[in-house]
Nanobody
Framework: QVHLVESGGGLVQPGGSLRLSCAAS????????MGWYRQAPGKQRELVAI???????TYSDSMKGRFTISRDNAKYTVSLRMNSLRPEDTAVYYC??????????WGQGTQVTVSS
């Protein structure tokens, strides 16, 4: 069993910054990628950013230049630095761990609210 625990969400003003972290524990399988998705009320879950075990990154277009993903393979953690936050970034942010054999694990989510 794999457990993912996110932290770092909260309330921030427009233009502000937050850093999300996710730690994996349990029977850690062969990890292919770790990353972040988000889901706003009434919308589908969408990609924010992912990073492979080799360090390759993919960002959603709307996050490029504002968000930075990083990971520590030895500690099974992934982080997301979010700058220049906008009200439309308000969502529940989920951590994902993708294995090399196609099974995905998800965290419980952390709320990010961008509002003045």
């Amino acid at each position: 069993q794999v457990h993912l625990v996110e932290s770092g969400g909260g309330l921030v003003q427009p233009g502000g910054s937050l850093r999300l972290s996710c730690a994996a524990s349990g029977s850690i399988p062969s990890i292919y990628l770790m990353g972040w998705y988000r889901q706003a009320p009434g919308k589908q879950r969408e990609l924010v950013a992912i990073i492979t075990s080799g360090g390759s990154t993919t960002y959603s277009d709307s996050m490029k230049g504002r968000f930075t993903i990083s990971r520590d393979n030895a500690k099974y953690t992934v982080s997301l630095r979010m700058n220049s936050l906008r009200p439309e970034d308000t969502a529940v942010y989920y951590c994902k761990l993708g294995t090399s054999y196609g099974v995905d694990y998800w965290g419980q989510g952390t709320q990010v609210t961008v509002s003045s």
